[in-house]
């Protein structure tokens, strides 16, 4: 009985928030920086099963957030973008098999033109019995770099050419390229969609931006335990808003409620330092050149995160 009692202790101190995590390809080794392995999917789904993980259709996160009910801790979603072959050559059996619900976002121009790699509209209406099929754009461009009317066009003729094939309007919507700002997020709202995901690394609370969701990528062999151990924080960020004119990210200034002495920053390509926490919150300067075209800087507070994206202009 004890040994019982400790071992359930142990998976409820496991569990913290629930997770979206995003798959590209399966069984491909063509590519190996966006596939996972058979071997490695069945490993992750017993993973889930094992630790009592609960893996429930995204609508039902969704659901739970708009109406204020309670997010479950062991909640996990599970996400595919870009409508590749291999997931229906080598991923759906496996999902089949542990029975775990899916949602597969659609770029629209690789199944309306026949790209080799992509799954044809009749695959994906096959598939649509087994998960939800979302939007992930027409022409799956980098939208940080289109006009505004660009962006709206890619919109509207995806979704037509979307409903059209596949007879259902999307709920929900994933930039390509995980690529966005301010100014994108909100054309992609007016379009309006039930719930847009990111891919910055996270976890989904109570209080988590219904436009705004984070989604971990699952590629290769990862590190399960590590990523659901990371809870959603609440912050309020100051500073950087947006990519700084001159490429240096002078400070990072975010607002918590948590009670701590210490934080972890991060950005990208520099990597992670500490940072004093007083009241809450954080005010440190950094003075760092930021190297990529997508920067990423992560607050991270009692295993708690929290990831502004910076998306250089071109
Ligand atoms: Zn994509």
Not at 222 to 247: C, H, M, Q, R, S
């Amino acid at each position: 009985m004890k040994i019982v009692l400790l071992s359930l202790l142990f998976v409820i101190t496991l569990w913290a928030d629930a997770h979206i995590f995003v798959y590209h390809r399966f069984g491909d080794s063509r590519h190996p920086s966006t596939d996972t392995t058979k071997q490695e999917l069945i490993k992750e789904f017993q993973y889930f099963k094992d630790f009592g993980y609960k893996v429930i259709p995204l609508e039902k996160l969704v659901n739970a957030i708009k109406d204020k009910e309670t997010i479950q801790d062991n909640w996990v979603v599970l996400t595919i973008d870009d409508n590749f072959k291999s997931f229906y050559d080598n991923g759906l059996e496996i999902f089949k098999k542990f029975n775990y619900p899916f949602s597969l976002f659609v770029y629209v121009e690789a199944s309306e033109k026949r790209y080799p790699d992509y799954l044809t509209w009749q695959q994906l209406r096959e598939i649509s019995k087994y998960g939800s099929l979302e939007f992930h754009s027409y022409a799956h461009p980098h939208l940080t770099n289109m006009s505004d009317q660009s962006i709206k066009d890619d919109f509207s003729k995806g979704l037509k050419i979307f409903k059209k094939n596949l007879h259902v309007r999307p709920k929900y919507y994933t930039y390509p390229y995980g690529e966005y700002d301010k100014r994108v997020e909100k054309i992609a709202k007016s379009f309006g969609f039930d719930a847009i995901i990111n891919q910055n690394m996270g976890a989904v609370g109570q209080k988590s931006d219904l436009f705004d969701l984070d989604r971990s990528a699952l590629v290769g062999k990862t590190n399960l335990k590590y990523l659901l151990k990371f809870k959603y924080l609440d912050a309020i960020w100051l500073e950087p808003l947006v990519y700084p004119k001159n490429g240096v990210l002078k400070s990072i200034h975010v607002k918590t409620k948590e009670r701590a002495f210490g934080a972890s920053i991060y950005v990208s390509k520099h990597g992670w330092q500490k940072a004093k926490v007083n009241d809450g919150n954080i005010d440190k300067t950094v003075n760092l050149k930021l190297l990529k075209k997508r920067n990423r800087v992560i607050i991270s507070i009692n295993d708690k995160i929290s990831t502004k994206l910076l998306m250089k202009d071109n």
